[in-house]
């Protein structure tokens, strides 16, 4: 489809070229041998050496391809047009039947050449030999190149997945000593009006300057991407927020269930399904910072952790006989002095009328209070403790 519309274009380009027939092929050959007789594509364009060339260029963005964090790998799209003055292209129309403009190969003339200085994989030359240079009659050089580029590009995911990011294709003119070419941009930016949205990534601004580096100009096209996070919360976080906190309600399964140490294992490992899916979306690097949200499973499966240790022993609780100790007793046991001064112990919640002799040794066996309570205080507990983490994760990402 990109493809398909960028080869449409070239055709327009074309017919645009061609719509003036006030000469023939004779004319135009007799052009082309009289402006390369002597012409040295050796040699930078420009009369005058003192001064630089003017060399305007003009990036439209087409497309974002790709853009791996995992790899650092952004791929875009794009058509550059390049525009300069070479005199010694220059010719008077009268002379030729008022031929305006015309086309020659890249490799016949000059050409402000210039490679990506931070490729993904290997540095990339401007231009292919399928699209020709315009000539007009002044000496007016438009050159339209038509290219996918892929660089690398370092994404910081500490704010996953409501991260903004900024990527730059750069160039260098390592053939050129950096005061030979004065390089303007129009527009100070990367024009988007041919840019087709991207389904993740959204362009909040756009830069284009130039800067001279290690002897050479280098012009850097530089991208402000915010992510589209809609995707992200509901696919990501609000089911992982879930499977945490739905461990805490291992405490109210009554122990007699047997369930409770299944249940929290399952959901466990339900959460570090969550850390493999993240994994395999975020680099693997410490630097520029890792992500929150990789701090937040990872506060989730930890306290998950702890549920599951905290349910065995609770569970053993309910099975415990020895004598409760004397400082636990105050839990399920109500120490009272009778008539004649003597203690007495009387398990709570169970009405007077029904106590018997006896309660001492009852009230030494009362465990399986105590476990109830001690479920009801981790349940509260553990689910204060996931909404802190909840709480935290927000405050931090939305500054
Ligand atoms: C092209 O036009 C020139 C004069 O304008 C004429 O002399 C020549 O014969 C023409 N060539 C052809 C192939 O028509
Ligand atoms: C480059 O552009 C500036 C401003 O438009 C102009 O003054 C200068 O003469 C140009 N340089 C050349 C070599 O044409
Ligand atoms: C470069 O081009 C710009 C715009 O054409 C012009 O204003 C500036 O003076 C030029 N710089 C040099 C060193 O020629």
Redesign the pocket.
Known sequence: MERLHLTLRTLLLLCVVYNVYTYNITDEDQLHKDLFTNYNNELRA?N?RD????VSMTFYLMAIKEFVEATSKFSVNSVFIITW?DERLSWNPAMYQNIQKTMVSQNKIWLPTMVTSNPFEEAQGLGSDLVKVFLYNDGSCVWVIMQSFEVICDANVKYYPFDKQFCSIRFGTYSFDSNWL?ITFPNSDINLIYYEENGLWEIEDTLAFSTVDRGAAEIIFGIYLKRRSTYYIASLLVPMTFVAVLQSFVFLLPNESGERIGFSVTMLLASVVFLTLIQEKLPESSEPSVSILGYLLLGYISLGGVVTLVVIISSNLYIETKPVPKWLQHLCCERQTDTDGSELYSIKDVPPAQREDGFKEQCELCWKKIGMKFDRFCFVMSIILYVVQVIIFIAIVRD
């Open positions: 420009g005058d001064f630089p060339l003017n003055r004065n």
